[in-house]
Nanobody
Framework: QVQLVESGGGLVQAGGSLRLSCAAS????????MGWFRQAPGKDYEFVAT????????NYADSAKGRFTISRDNAKNTVYLQMNSLKPEDTAVYSC?????????????????WGQGTQVTVSS
């Protein structure tokens, strides 16, 4: 079992930045690919980014490329999402997840564990 707890969400103006963190506990964190997903009001969950167990490979949604950076620190059992140049359409609940690999995880069918989410609100 892996427990995931997100933090770092909040209210930010358009063009601003936030860094989300996801702290993991329980089973071996470094054995999992990790990812970030988001759900805007009235919409389905959307893939944002994934990272492999070593941190050497990443995968981004088109909406995140060039603005968001996913990283991980296996010594701290934590995965991060640095979000820059935020837009109002980035407003959503952001959740982290663990799965077998970066591409399977991105489909959400490969999610083994979910966090509870953290709210990000971008004002115009």
């Amino acid at each position: 079992q892996v427990q995931l707890v997100e933090s770092g969400g909040g209210l930010v103006q358009a063009g601003g930045s936030l860094r989300l963190s996801c702290a993991a506990s329980g089973r071996t964190f470094s054995g999992y690919a990790m990812g970030w997903f988001r759900q805007a009001p009235g919409k389905d969950y959307e893939f944002v980014a994934t990272i492999d167990w070593s941190g050497g490979r990443t995968n981004y949604a088109d909406s995140a490329k060039g603005r968001f950076t996913i990283s991980r620190d296996n010594a701290k059992n934590t995965v991060y999402l640095q979000m820059n140049s935020l837009k109002p359409e980035d407003t959503a609940v952001y959740s982290c997840a663990a799965g077998p690999d970066i591409f399977t995880l991105a489909t959400m069918s490969g999610v083994h564990y979910w966090g509870q989410g953290t709210q990000v609100t971008v004002s115009s």
